[in-house]
């Protein structure tokens, strides 16, 4: 399947999105483009993706609706499915998910797939904070992942007064 990316300025820096045919593969936190060229996205995914992203950083949209295709085992994607059940502004812990996912042993597992996520934001990895509450490691830096877990608080916040 052809793979099409795209890069999308957000309020956390750039992301690099790849996506093919069947939905979103991957979101990276980029440098600027190597490219100042503006290339025409074609691809659905990606314009949905990038879309549902500016809406989530302009807090018009608290769920993602694009369709994914992340590449993962059979352990990693049943945990990229129990954490787009965590919902908007708030966190949960991985011994939690181990819990929720019937193994309360797995929490390594758990952490270790979590890791895995290849599509920071819209798969929500960084709503998992450390067992005594502390932030733990994301991809794109702790800053970001304190940076999205205030961002969505204060939508949250804002929408019960």
């Known amino acids: 399947m052809n793979v099409e990316t795209a890069y999308y300025f957000s309020l956390v820096g750039w992301l690099k999105l790849s996506a093919n045919s069947s939905g979103i593969k991957q979101i990276w936190f980029s440098a600027e483009p190597e490219s100042a060229e503006d290339f025409p996205i074609t691809n659905k995914h990606l314009k949905q993706g990038i879309t549902q992203l500016s809406e989530y950083f302009n807090n018009?949209?608290?769920?993602f609706d694009v369709a994914l295709n992340p590449d993962g085992t059979h352990f990693q994607q049943q945990v990229w499915e129990m954490?787009?059940?965590?919902?908007?502004?708030?966190?949960t812990t991985y011994g939690e998910l181990a819990r929720e996912m019937g193994n309360p042993?797995?929490?390594r597992a758990v952490g270790r797939a979590?890791?895995?996520n290849k599509i920071p934001i819209i798969i929500p990895c960084h709503r998992v904070i450390g067992?005594?509450?502390?932030?733990?490691g994301f991809a794109g830096g702790l800053e970001r992942k304190q940076w999205l877990l205030n961002h969505e608080r204060k939508k949250k916040q804002s929408e019960l007064f």
């Not at 067992?131 to 733990?136: A, E, F, I, M, Y």
């Open 131 to 136: 067992l005594n509450g502390s932030l733990t």
């Open 114 to 116: 979590n890791g895995t």
């Open 83 to 91: 954490l787009l059940k965590i919902p908007f502004g708030e966190t």
């Open 60 to 63: 018009q949209r608290t769920s």
């Open 105 to 107: 042993k797995a929490m």
